[in-house]
């Protein structure tokens, strides 16, 4: 075997952000960019000779060329073990459960997650360290220095691998496993929870349906809902894999899951929906006639998880993304369990995992997980609701109102300006910031403030701390205004406003989500002056 040293140019714009490095297909498509920061990951890594890697990635456009240059690249650099899902396919909590299981150094997963894909569409690329979770910023940071300086990568001159025929393969030293990326994540769920009682409440007559939104997921949900849990066929839907997912965006949200919400509003219903993006972290709960806000479903799963087996003796605490509402922290306080509140992406829940001070994590974006991985995960939370469902017997809709009932209701909506102008969203997010110290006890439409800040998270655990991580206005009485841009995009800016009143009194618990939250819109409008800054009179996506 023959390894060849490529010599290259430097990128300058691989830096990291919320979840890995992000760009356009046709950025990736430029040569040597996606093998030099891969080459640049593994400069910033030490003692991985021998050791093993997961490979797997969304299936999305690109997915299969680089899944073959990765591991060319990987068995050039020293890996003694690279474990790729079939077909390059793998969901990102599947890879960290193979991470973990396989004691691996840690895994690249291909993602851009929700972005749309196809040749006009993004493709992305991360790097999950050995506890299964999305390498901290001290690392992203050391691959971001590399790639600014790299001037060569390693690589193995030999054929394509056959990632499509399970089986194992030799490059030079190292193993290649072609490996059934369902197995070990299904039976990881069925250790978890209940799969009896659910296969009873599915034979009752109780109806489902998922939407895989023709990402990864399919493959995973097929297996388990109908062939473990015996749902109907066809209860899954756009379940095969597609590189541009059929043009749509993978993100479940009731925009782009569209179709599922129409069908869990219409007349015949099913009893409950779900959906997950593109690589099979997010997940989106319909029940029938009812939209969960996800921030609602953290708190939900986490109030009811000692139902499902995995948690019988209840959770250590409970931790939450800033912008994520404040309604599982009603639920911790209810339950006298710690609550952590952490900048956006999961790569700041590992600590707090990993030393056991949380079991349940999620995120307004549709994220929600445990300690059984180190990532968010999609089917984790459609088979924690199921599981509930089983036990209480009861609606989506009844247990949501009941859980208003006993802890108020966090009215909460996000609002996104997708691709303005960079320079116009730095200008704006200063003149807010700007404002932050004499807002304290202004009154702002009708509301007074109690507290304004920019975010900063001091880890517990390592003592690191993160700074600039959203502009937050807390008003009196529980409401709550977050600015922050996004870290995920590939095209411009992003600007996401996030929204949240409390509401304790329960004959106020029926309003429509838009309706209650008027006087938030309005504070944001005036604080913000996003119109002035962007020139956008709405927001580009509502969730
Ligand atoms: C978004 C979400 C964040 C999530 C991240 C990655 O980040 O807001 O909650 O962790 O995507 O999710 P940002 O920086 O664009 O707001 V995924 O499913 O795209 O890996
Ligand atoms: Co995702």
């Known amino acids: 075997m023959t390894f060849k040293t490529i010599s290259t140019t430097a990128f300058t714009d691989q830096k990291p952000g919320t979840s890995g490095l992000r760009k356009k297909v046709t950025v990736f ?9 891969i080459q640049s990951i593994f400069d910033s890594l030490e003692d991985f000779q021998g050791k093993t890697l997961v490979l797997g990635g969304d299936g999305r456009y690109l997915n299969r060329k680089v899944i073959q240059s990765t591991i060319k690249i990987a068995a050039a650099n020293g890996f003694g073990r690279i474990l790729v899902g079939l077909g390059g396919i793998t969901s990102t909590p599947a890879a960290s459960n193979l991470i973990r299981k396989n004691k691996a150094f840690g895994g690249i997963i291909l993602s851009a997650s929700h972005n749309a894909g ?9 790097f999950n360290i050995s506890n299964g979770g999305p390498a901290p910023e001290k690392l ?58 659910i296969r009873t409440l599915l034979q009752s007559g109780f109806t489902m349906r998922f939407d895989a939104m023709h ?28 590189e541009d997912f059929g043009g749509h965006h993978p993100d479940p949200n009731i925009v782009y899951a569209h179709e599922l919400y129409e069908e869990l509003m219409s007349a015949n219903a099913p009893d409950f929906g779900a959906a997950s993006d593109g690589d099979g972290d997010r997940n989106l709960i319909i029940g029938k006639g009812m939209y969960i806000a996800p921030s609602d479903s953290l708190a939900v799963l986490a109030a009811n998880a000692h ?13 939450r993304s800033m912008p994520t509402s404040c309604a599982a922290d009603r639920v911790a306080e209810k ?16 600590n707090l995992l990993d030393t056991g001070l949380v079991t349940i994590c999620g995120e307004e974006s549709a994220g929600t997980g445990s300690d059984h991985v180190r990532e968010k995960d999609g089917l984790w939370a459609v088979l924690l609701w199921l599981n509930i469902l089983a036990v209480r017997k009861q609606s989506v809709a009844e247990i949501m109102h009941e859980h208003w009932q006993t802890y108020g209701r966090n009215y909460y909506s996000r609002h996104d300006y997708e691709e303005v102008a960079s320079d116009g969203a730095n200008a704006l997010m200063d003149a807010l910031r700007a404002k932050l110290p004499d807002l304290k006890g202004k009154t702002v439409q009708g509301m007074v403030v109690e507290a304004a800040d920019d975010f900063a998270y001091h880890d517990p655990v390592d003592h690191s701390v993160s700074k600039h991580q959203g502009i937050r206005i807390l008003f009196a009485g529980g409401s709550r205004l977050v600015v922050r841009l996004s870290g995920t995009g590939t095209a411009g800016a992003t600007i996401r406003i996030y929204l949240e009143r409390y509401e304790a009194d329960s004959s106020k618990h029926d309003l429509e ?22 020139g956008r009179e709405k927001p580009s996506v509502i969730t």
């Open 29 to 37: 498509a430029q040569e040597h960019y996606a093998e030099n920061f």
């Open 118 to 126: 196809g040749p006009q569409g993004d493709f992305g690329i991360k």
């Open 140 to 197: 992203t940071e050391a691959m971001f220095a590399n790639s600014k300086t790299i001037t060569s990568y390693k690589i193995a001159d030999c054929a394509d691998i056959d990632i499509d025929t399970l089986g194992s393969h030799q490059i030079g030293d190292t193993v290649v496993e072609i490996i059934d990326p369902v197995k070990d994540y299904a039976a990881l769920m069925e250790s978890l929870f209940d799969f009896q009682a």
């Open 215 to 242: 990402a990864v997921t399919g493959p995973y949900a097929t297996e388990i809902f109908e062939n473990r849990l015996g749902a109907k066929a066809g209860s899954v839907f756009n379940a095969v894999p597609l």
């Open 307 to 319: 139902l499902a087996p995995a948690y019988s003796k209840g959770i250590a605490g409970i931790a």
């Open 335 to 350: 339950l006298k369990i710690g609550m952590h509140e952490t900048p956006t992406g999961w790569k700041f829940f590992g």
């Open 513 to 534: 989500t838009q309706a209650a939250l008027t006087p938030l819109i309005a504070a944001a409008a005036e604080l913000t002056e996003i119109t002035h800054y962007t």
